[in-house]
């Protein structure tokens, strides 16, 4: 019987840059950052939600991807077509002014939708992302 989901993964273009993205700008904290074999293994969570780790995986040839097959996902994460997700708050304006203020691009400001409020934004890779402060 499956109980929680305990990790996803993002695609990102560079592992530094995400880091420094997901930690300094969301406030995330590092769970895992060492090399394996040659491949990087980077997780990081959500300050107080140690049990979801999100793998900020490179794009890079090997076992699984050949040249080609790299080249084009790097062009879809970079368009956004790869990676989405939905992160909540409980003051959406609040945390959209101050993700501002740290140089997070949004796609779009804090809306009222019927489920709550929501903004998007885009982190330094190009997956976007809702947050969302929903109504009870």
Not at 13 to 31: M, R, S, T
Not at 68 to 90: D, H, R
Not at 96 to 111: N, R, T
Not at 113 to 136: C, V
């Amino acid at each position: 019987m499956i109980t929680k989901m305990s990790h996803t993964a993002l695609y990102v273009l560079n592992q530094d840059e995400a880091k420094d993205f997901y930690v300094n700008k969301l406030g995330f904290e590092v769970c895992t950052d060492t090399t394996m074999e040659g491949f990087r293994w980077l997780t990081v969570t959500p300050s107080g939600q140690p049990d979801l780790e999100i793998t900020l995986m490179a794009i890079q040839p090997g076992p699984l991807y050949d040249e080609a097959t790299v080249a084009q996902m790097q062009e879809l994460v970079k368009k956004g077509a790869m990676g989405s997700g939905v992160f909540a708050t409980t003051n959406c304006q609040a945390t959209y002014e101050e993700l501002k203020s740290k140089g997070v691009e949004f796609i779009a400001p804090p809306q009222e939708r019927p489920y709550g409020i929501e903004a998007m934004f885009k982190d330094n890779s190009g997956n976007w992302f809702s947050l969302t402060q929903r109504h009870f």
